[in-house]
């Protein structure tokens, strides 16, 4: 992980504030669990229909988000700006062990917008293309679900209005290569949008899903609130009401001095070397607070909650991301989520790639 791709400043340090917060007061009264129960592996065999209305009940949505159980991410290797450039290409055998393991799911970031042409038409390289088809024919038929996303699509945040055509471009075209695809195959709008406001960022996104549903009117996608997936913009986040096969993602690093200590993408970070988590009580209580707060709003809004990232960088001390990461799965399992750890061999990896084993005190912490 030697790339400086973006700067997290601003998260840095408003979350912390945030969780300091947390403890200070102000506590939204939790939720009751939705459901405790532990999602299964399964690979769903319905055969959608494009007649199928997209106002289906919405325990079928629950039941979609359950099917993504408990997944990784394949990280850094098809969002780097040309795979192999952050060190991981894809092999076959990588989702073997996913699903040799027992995971339910991957999630597939990818950087679309570095192989898609400047001008319109923005037709994507079919090269690429093929080669995410190989990725997502390999995780299908490990029987792993896929969430297939958007992703470092920097430009976009800079530049909404300028990058509109192109973004929905893109989705147009994925939507309507993988139309036909299994419902084990779902979409994931954009990863993390920052730097914009919710007001642009819901009609955006807005526009994105119809994209998809001219093609695909019943695939389950999945959206997601401002400010890197924030858990506390999810008030901000508006979805088309009518739409009830959304299920909504959010991702969690706190306390970002922890997962986040000597990342070399993020300025400042190495002061943070040496910064344990031990399960104290307070410690407990913030990923607590915080996770209520995200599953509280699901149930209000009767919408399904993925934590799609988690995970605590390889320079913290493997007892505390153990324990951490561990503590976070349950945490997200009580309240009915689903979640993707991230991410599968790089900088995070639960996989130790160079020594060709799994980092079982992480493997233990996701899959008890
Ligand atoms: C980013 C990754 C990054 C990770 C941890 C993800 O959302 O896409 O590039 O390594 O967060 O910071």
Redesign the pocket.
Known sequence: ?L?I??I?LLTALILPALTLLSLTGCRPVPPTPRSTTQPTATMSSTNLTSSEPITTPAADVYAANTRLGRGV?L??AL?APREGEWGVILEEEDFRLIAEAGFDSIRL?TRWSAHTAEEAPYSIDPTFFERVDWAIHQALSHGLNVVLNI??YDELFKDPQGQEARFLAIWQQIASRYADYPDTLYFEIA??PHDISPAVWNKLQAKAIGAIRESNPTRWLIVTPVD??SHRRLQELVLPDEDRRLIVTF?Y?LPFEF??QG?E??SGTEKWLGRKWTANTAERQNVMFDLDWAAKWGKDNNRPIYLG?F?A?SKADMDSRALWTSFVARQAEQRGMSWAY??FR???GVYDYQRKQWREPLLKALLP
């Open positions: 992980m790339r791709h973006r997290r991410n990280g850094n969002e970031p992703h470092h990863n993390e890197w997936s991702h690093y997962t986040h990342a993408w993020v990232e995970g960088y991230w991410e790089a900088g995070f």
